[in-house]
């Protein structure tokens, strides 16, 4: 415990520094040097320890598609099309096995699904007007969802929520993480975002608290697959990078389409 609250202390001013103080495009290099880490620890857990070279063309690839996705939207799918099809001729030209070649390009693809995909939204989120508050938010809601799933889930948790991908998580648990987050978020109306409606922040909170428990259970699925504890060690006390950003990577995606298509973050 002690470990995980020096890590969180340190990390603390240096999120802060770079969700509120620097310019969306330096923000948009840190998303992509986080994306790099995250799609460099989700490719060791699935692919064998020979396949460096594979692992390192993947990651490579994981960049651009942060960037076209955060700048140029429209594109995302065409260029994330040309690179499944890149990689699917290699493998075919690599092997001549038909079920190697579907495991290898389906875990590459889940890849870039999952972590350079799903991160865009996040640097679409800063662009937005108020766009750093509601990253910080959503950060915010995140803490406080993880905590009270923690404490909670502890104290009164009987009723398992998913025991085939992760034992301890209760569902008294997941209820008392919802709870706090429509809490962190009225709060974070108060004090971040008093130009907003307490509709749009309640919203958020509830999708960030609820979504990003799935993302929670996701991260726990890849990890029993690949039949790990941590997805890596970069955060000493807190495992990887992965581990630390799995619910966000299902909580940006959908409170920034809920900003977007209702202009709540132009209010």
Not at 15 to 42: H, I, K, Q, R
Not at 167 to 181: D, N, W
Not at 205 to 225: C, H, N, P, V, W
Request: aromatic letters at 14%.
């Amino acid at each position: 415990m002690k470990q995980r609250i020096i890590t969180a202390l340190i990390a603390l001013p240096i999120v802060l520094f770079f969700t509120l103080v620097v310019s969306t495009p330096w923000f948009a290099a840190v998303v992509c040097g986080v994306a790099v880490v995250a799609l460099w620890e989700f490719y060791s857990m699935v692919f064998t320890s020979e396949r460096s070279r594979v692992k390192l063309f993947a990651v490579a690839v994981g960049v651009p598609i942060v960037l076209v996705g955060s700048y140029f939207p429209q594109m995302i799918v065409p260029v994330a099309g040309l690179f499944f099809m890149a990689f699917a001729l290699y493998f075919l030209w690599r092997y001549h096995d038909v079920d190697t070649v579907i495991s290898e390009v389906g875990l590459l693809t889940l890849g870039w699904l999952y972590i350079p995909i799903l991160l865009s939204p996040l640097v679409l989120l800063h662009k937005l007007e108020h766009g750093s508050l509601w990253v910080l938010m959503v950060l915010m809601v995140t803490m406080m969802c993880d905590s009270c799933a923690y404490f909670i889930g502890t104290a009164f948790g009987k009723h398992r929520l998913y025991p085939a991908i992760s034992p301890k998580k209760s569902i008294e648990g997941a209820l008392g993480g919802l709870l706090g987050s429509v809490v962190a978020a009225l709060a974070a109306h108060l004090w971040l975002l008093p130009q907003s409606s307490w509709i749009d922040c309640l919203v958020v909170g509830t999708l960030a608290g609820s979504i990003g428990q799935l993302g929670d259970l996701f991260e726990s699925m890849i990890k029993r697959y690949a039949n790990i504890k941590d997805s890596g060690a970069i955060f000493p006390g807190h495992g990887g990078m992965l581990d630390r950003i799995d619910s966000l990577l299902f909580s940006f995606p959908a409170v920034y389409a809920y900003l977007y298509f209702t202009s709540g973050a132009f209010h």
